[in-house]
């Protein structure tokens, strides 16, 4: 079973969604930065928790390219 494209949904709301998220998670990394402060994200049903100076080192890649590289060494 294939998930279908969201790209190719007929409401066109639900269409736009999918750039929004995108731009809520850039500025989600941008604040996170800005004010040195952790990104918590939820990946794989565990919280993790993603410094400021590991974004930074990402900041230059396109989201599309690094969503997530961040490994937490805590179990």
């Given at each position: 079973m294939s998930t279908p494209d969201i790209a190719e949904a007929k409401d066109?709301?639900?269409?736009?969604?999918?750039?929004?998220?995108?731009?809520?998670?850039?500025?989600a990394r941008e604040t996170a930065i800005l004010t040195g402060t952790n990104l918590v994200l939820f990946k794989d049903g565990r919280l993790l928790r993603i410094p400021a100076h590991e974004l930074r080192s990402q900041s230059s890649v396109s989201i599309h390219e690094a969503p997530c590289t961040?490994?937490?060494?805590?179990p």
């Open positions: 066109e709301v639900l269409r736009a969604s999918f750039a929004a998220l995108q731009r809520a998670s850039l500025l961040y490994s937490p060494s805590e």
